[in-house]
């Protein structure tokens, strides 16, 4: 097995597949040892994430349920907002997280060589822990609520693929950014304080007037969330336009790919 | 690439830049001047050798291991590898401090390429190795330093490898710590595997390595290949060290003195290096100076906590010569087998030390029974 080092650093698109491959219980065991090592760090451990999530859906409930009154017609508020909750939580959680994991993890790529987009592929493996909770929180709402699960529910693992592509192209272009720019850590997380009000998590894509719809249309997250919530809830299938976000994201984690692989072994010399 | 090499380096350079200023919107430092780390090196390593290299902080040899191991990319030139490496430029690398130190044997296999069922299969060798298998269910960051690094180290030795890249492993812990380094690495070595070892403390590899490389500014000034004789009568069993390599190890404490050590080397009639406790010993130092004051040079020899257990001194007269060999003896009989190291300092009259050349040679001994003591006096037990 001979191996050349050279300055051009070329890699094969099926060698950068199959390095990732080879790598991929490194992000799983890097994923599993922050998760163990921030529960063990807090007396909460895993349960704050289940108590932020219910705070979270008693807030929203009672400001956007109650005292606003949005019309979710027959299902229930807290189980109607619950999808759109989990599923901004995990993207807004995979954009902080990637926004300074090459940052956090300099002394671990300046000391050993392994394919760099395992770290933030690791944090978006770390986000699905808070994905799961929502997920078990929302089915023991649905049932407590008493509603019926349909066969819409079968469309919910493409849905969730779906989820994982969009959040792991937009972590993964934020955490590549982040190599160039101090800055954004906190853009990151001044876009995603605003961009929940274009994204319907705590109301329903009705409410916004026809002409202003585009917007949601060019949001990913915001098709993901409809689809889900018409596989999880029976909502009407959202429209068709949404699938633009969606394409986007399928766009971007294929762009994503071949700029890591372009960059692979120079991000070291880009910190 | 011939068959028996492992890696073939050509003219390998690596650039790095100077920051200047610091930029408030870029994580980088402005790109200033230039500088080669690394510059046009070119080197053939064989399979089954330990290279041992050595030199002054910033004068590229950790660059070159970062390269090798992928690390970082070189700016020109080529490196080709016939085999699997493992590097290990830190030691305790990812570790989580809030995990046992079980869980973070997983963690830190994975980083180095091992898949859970290899890990399970050597966990037990792994925590055999540690030598606190009562504490291996407390997080790390519990466990003192050298208990960290027995850990660390324990997982990097079981990593399979062809080529073993080491940065700086003896730079902490203890001698014993130190001892069971150099003995894995022969260990290593025995299973045909390359060795590569970055250090600042030459002497610790001195019996196991096949050459030595010193790094100054970029380059390779001296590459040596080590035979140790195995002829019987007057030789030197330990190699000789080179004048630049003697200026690495050089501390001056008083600039106003002219005085060098050129070279070092020990003479011995016995047979090999185990052996080398059971005959008379010759250090000879040839020295260059030039002084207006009459010194002492000094010769020590310590243990491997730097305490002095012996020290022989000769008066170097005012005057000026160039070199001039020194010769300091050991008879047989005195020292036993044991670990230590031979350092010299030139001092002034009030016994202030002008210059140090600390720990130069060692002589590892890994079988030292730790009651028998260093120096065989005679001492005579009785019974009444």
């Keep these: ?271 | 690439m011939s068959p028996e090499t492992a890696i073939s380096i050509r003219n390998l350079s690596k650039e790095y830049y100077r920051a200047e200023k610091s930029s408030p919107f870029s994580r980088k430092a402005n790109k200033g001047t230039g500088f080669l780390a690394v510059n046009n090196i070119s080197l053939d390593i064989k399979k089954g050798e330990i290279v041992c290299i050595t030199g002054h902080n910033g004068s590229g040899k950790s660059t070159l291991l970062k390269m090798i191991a992928e690390v970082t990319q070189p700016t020109a030139g080529e490196i080709e590898i016939d085999g699997k490496v493992a590097s290990i430029l830190e030691i305790g690398i990812g570790f989580q401090p809030e995990i046992s130190g079980y869980e973070n044997i997983f963690l830190s296999g994975a980083m180095y390429g091992l898949k859970k069922s290899e890990i399970e299969k050597k966990i037990d060798k792994i925590i055999d190795m540690f030598g606190f298998p009562e504490f291996i269910n407390t997080p790390v960051k519990y466990y003192s330093s050298g208990m960290y690094m027995r850990l660390a180290f324990s997982i990097i030795v079981n990593i399979e490898a062809d080529i073993y890249l080491f940065d700086e492993v003896t730079s902490v812990g203890d001698t014993e710590f130190r001892t069971k380094v150099t003995r894995e690495i022969s260990r290593l070595k025995s299973n045909n595997a390359t060795i590569l070892v970055v250090t600042h403390t030459p002497a610790l590899f001195s019996r196991i390595s096949d050459k030595f490389i010193i790094f100054d500014k970029g380059r390779i000034s001296v590459s040596k290949s080590i035979d140790v004789p195995n002829n019987i009568g007057k030789v030197n069993a330990l190699p000789h060290f080179s004048e630049d390599h003697l200026a690495n190890l050089k501390e001056i404490h008083d600039d106003t003195i002219s005085f060098d050590i050129t070279d070092i080397c020990l003479k011995t009639s016995a047979i090999d290096l185990e052996r080398i406790f059971d005959e008379k010993m010759e250090i000879c130092a040839t020295v260059n100076y030039d002084i207006d004051k009459s010194v002492l040079m000094l010769m020590t020899i310590n243990d491997m906590l730097g305490n002095i257990i012996a020290s022989s001194s000769i008066e170097i007269k005012t005057g000026s010569a160039t070199s001039k060999e020194i010769t300091f003896e050991i008879p047989s009989g005195y020292l036993k087998p044991s670990t230590i190291s031979l350092g010299f300092e030139i001092l002034n009259s009030e016994k202030k030390s002008l210059i140090s050349y600390p720990n130069i040679i060692s002589t590892p001994n890994d079988n030292k029974d730790k009651w028998s003591g260093y120096i065989d006096l005679p001492i005579r037990a009785s019974e009444k």
Aim: hydrophobic share 55%; aromatic share 16%.
């Design chain 1, 1 to 271: 097995m001979t191996k050349i080092i050279s300055p051009d650093g070329h890699i094969g698109t099926l060698d950068y597949l199959k390095s990732i491959w080879a790598s991929r219980h490194l992000a799983i065991t890097l994923a599993k040892g922050e998760v163990k090592n921030q529960s063990s760090m807090n007396i909460t451990g895993i349960f704050l994430n289940i108590i932020q999530s219910l705070i979270g859906l008693a807030i929203y409930w009672i400001v956007f349920g109650v005292a606003i009154g949005i019309n979710t017609g027959e299902i229930p508020y807290p189980v109607f907002v619950l999808p759109g909750i989990f599923i901004w939580h995990y993207f807004s959680a995979i954009t902080g997280y990637c926004s300074n994991c090459f940052l956090l993890s300099q002394n671990l790529i300046d000391k050993l060589y392994f394919p760099r987009i395992c770290i933030p592929i690791s944090k978006v493996l770390l986000g699905l822990v808070d994905f799961t909770i929502g997920f078990i929180l929302f089915v023991i709402l649905f049932i407590c609520f008493g509603q019926t699960f349909t066969i819409n529910w079968l469309a919910f693992p493409l849905i969730f693929i779906m989820i994982i592509i969009c959040v792991s192209s937009i972590g993964l272009f934020i955490s590549f950014i982040s190599l160039f720019s101090m800055d954004t850590t906190r853009i990151a997380a001044q876009l995603t304080n605003f961009l929940i009000f274009i994204t319907p998590v705590f109301y329903p894509d009705t409410i916004i007037p026809e002409n202003f719809k585009f917007i949601l249309y060019i949001n990913p997250v915001a098709g993901i969330i409809e689809y889900a919530r018409w596989s999880l809830l029976g909502t009407p299938l959202p429209d068709f336009k949404y699938l633009i976000g969606i394409a986007f994201t399928i766009c971007l984690a294929i762009a994503v790919f071949f700029i890591f692989k372009k960059y692979e072994k120079r991000i070291t010399d880009l910190m």
